[in-house]
């Protein structure tokens, strides 16, 4: 059903001719008969009437308007681009660069707010500088050598550790002891916990060599622990924004898609969703959420994304697929649990 809507609606697929064109190249024609004319029609006419279906069936009452009188899929399609997707700003990989709320400002509705912070306890300060080398030197070597309760002592006691680099060729991207934690797959949730309650919100922010913030290596390693995320975007929400670039064209993805994206990250995906805002998202980045929940049958931000901007139906994911053909195609999002037949 994908296949065939997308040759209708993109013109690859078009309405034979009832008499073919004399051939510029010199060569004989085809001659063809009036039953394999007519088969020809009758196949294309099949397929519209398909794609046709399948396009009003996925419209709103407020989008199905446009195109009530349309008689061809590719009519309607093209219609739809032209009401929903004015003056589209794309990359030059062909992602939709619009943030979506701009883009479709219907039916949005909005995040309840985000509770004030409390204000953080300044650092302790105080000692001399050879007493502080001591200090962070013992707080090194406790992080690397497993000793956590050794180093949250430390860490209560002088905040300012929570910054502090930690170099070390079996973890990849060096970072805070925050890091070295979560790059350390045999730390204890425990040793987590007390690590975000422990560091400054400010430390929290900090990006490893790499260019990762914990909360994101946190959604890479422990996507079952939602409680820890929940608890680091209340101490600073600024951490649902710094991103990592991708290693292709310098382009982030939110940290709603990192987890969506992955096998276990149902639950983390669902509550970094209810925590984003979608003035943070762009357009590509909810058709790629679509996407994913379709593929991985995930129906919850699926249908809150749609219900909210209906126009996304008409938005090209990362892979600059159509989130309509993704949905027409997907035998799970219907009731009957089948594709669109006829």
Same mark, same amino acid.
């Given at each position: 059903m994908a296949e065939d809507l997308r040759d209708i609606v993109e013109g690859t697929y078009k309405k034979p001719p009832l008499i073919d064109p004399f051939p510029t190249d010199g060569s004989l024609p085809?001659?063809?008969?009036?039953?394999?004319?007519e088969a020809e029609i009758k196949a294309w006419k099949m397929k519209n009437v398909k794609s046709l279906y399948?396009?009003?069936?996925?419209?709103?009452?407020?989008t199905y308007q446009f195109i009530k009188s349309a008689t061809t899929a590719k009519e309607a399609?093209?219609?739809?681009?032209?009401k929903l997707n004015p003056g589209r700003n794309q990359s030059s990989d062909g992602r939709d660069e619009r943030i979506?709320?701009?883009?479709?400002?219907?039916?949005?509705?909005?995040?309840?707010?985000?509770?004030?912070?409390?204000?953080?306890e300044g650092r302790t300060g105080g000692h001399d500088e050879s007493s502080g080398n001591d200090i962070r030197e013992t707080f090194v070597k406790s992080v690397k050598s497993g000793d956590w309760d050794n180093a949250i002592k430390l860490l209560r006691k002088h905040p300012e550790l929570g910054s502090a680099r930690i170099s070390d060729d079996k973890i990849q991207g060096g970072g805070t002891a925050f890091h070295y934690a979560l790059w350390n797959f045999r730390s204890r949730?425990?040793?987590?916990?007390?690590?975000v309650e422990s560091m400054t919100k400010e430390d929290l922010e900090i990006q490893d060599n790499l260019g990762l913030t914990a909360l994101f290596?946190?959604?890479t390693f422990c996507q079952d622990r939602v409680d820890v995320a929940k608890s680091m975007v209340e101490k600073n929400d600024k951490l649902l924004s710094i991103l990592p670039a991708n290693t292709i064209g310098n382009r982030t993805t939110p940290l709603v898609v990192? /987890? @969506?994206?992955?096998?276990? *990250?149902?639950?983390?995906?669902?509550?970094?969703?209810?925590?984003?805002?979608?003035?943070?998202?762009?357009?590509?980045?909810? /058709? @790629?959420?679509?996407?994913? *929940?379709l593929h991985l049958h995930r129906f919850d931000i699926v249908w809150d994304l749609i219900q909210r901007y209906p126009q996304l139906g008409m938005a090209k994911d990362y892979n600059g697929d159509f989130s309509l053909i993704t949905l027409v195609s997907n035998r799970s999002a219907f009731l009957s649990g089948c594709r669109l037949n006829f």
């Open positions: 085809i001659i063809k008969t009036g039953e394999e004319k399948a396009i009003r069936n996925s419209c709103g009452d407020d399609w093209d219609t739809l681009l032209e979506l709320v701009q883009a479709y400002p219907t039916r949005t509705i909005q995040h309840d707010a985000i509770p004030e912070l409390a204000k953080e949730v425990r040793i987590i916990k007390q690590l290596l946190l959604i990192e /987890a @969506q994206r992955l096998s276990n *990250g149902e639950r983390m995906a669902r509550y970094l969703y209810s925590v984003t805002p979608h003035d943070t998202l762009h357009v590509s980045d909810a /058709a @790629q959420l679509i996407y994913l *929940g």
